[in-house]
């Protein structure tokens, strides 16, 4: 060990992805694509070997199976729903958080290959499946911070107290899911044109001065 270097650099160096990592990473990717492009139920072992350009023995020893690699990517959108969250307690107006946050997610399904994933698990939310349920469950995660933060300013009067957060959230959120759709059909729109628009609507929605 080289006794020059910082302790920092231990530290950055410990939290560096391993090979195993970058290789379980690289797995996802391409089931992330295999799953845009067929469906949870659609895609098979077969393709996402074929995407990520592996053997099935190779394959196997990240993720034995399908299910366990659906489970890893609804485990990566919990993660991603947590930071989510976590934007939404950030500095400045609820007005400002809630469009940075909303921006931030648009930017993420951008991907061409693996935008349409997001399709794939509205899908599965609405459907009784173990799946399904999982999606679900990471959405109604959401959706109690959001409604926590709403309920907090209208007790602080930044936003007008007789709106339903309830119906608020469920505007809001369609919103966000139709911009994903819509953009997914319009891939050459300028995603950052939409940020002031956006920041009109919720202004509206939330009856914010």
């Known amino acids: 060990m080289n006794s020059s270097l910082p302790v920092d650099s231990y530290a950055s160096a410990a939290t560096l992805p391993t090979a195993h990592d970058q290789r379980r990473m690289h797995v996802l990717a391409a089931a992330r694509t295999c799953f845009a492009r067929s469906g949870f139920h659609g895609a ?6 074929a995407e990520a350009q592996m053997s099935p023995g190779a394959l196997y020893r990240y993720y034995p199976s399908k299910e366990a690699i659906i489970e890893a990517i ?55 499946t173990a799946l399904g349920q999982r999606f679900h469950e990471i959405e109604a995660e959401v959706r109690r911070a959001f409604h926590a933060a709403l309920l907090r300013a209208q007790e602080d009067g930044e936003i007008d107290p007789g709106i339903d957060i309830d119906v608020v959230l469920t505007v809001l ?19 950052e044109t939409i940020e002031p628009y956006l920041r009109r609507v919720i202004k509206g929605l939330l009856g914010a001065p």
């Open 44 to 49: 098979s072992m077969q393709q996402i070997c």
């Open 173 to 191: 959120f369609a919103i966000g899911d139709g911009l994903v759709m819509r953009l997914q059909i319009e891939d050459d729109a300028d995603i």
């Open 74 to 128: 609804a485990e990566e959108e919990r993660i991603d729903a947590a930071a989510c969250v976590a934007a939404l307690h950030g500095e400045g107006s609820l007005v400002d958080r809630i469009t940075a946050v909303g921006m931030e997610y648009l930017r993420q399904t951008l991907d061409p290959d693996t935008g349409g994933l997001m399709v794939e698990i509205w899908s599965e939310s609405i459907r009784n």
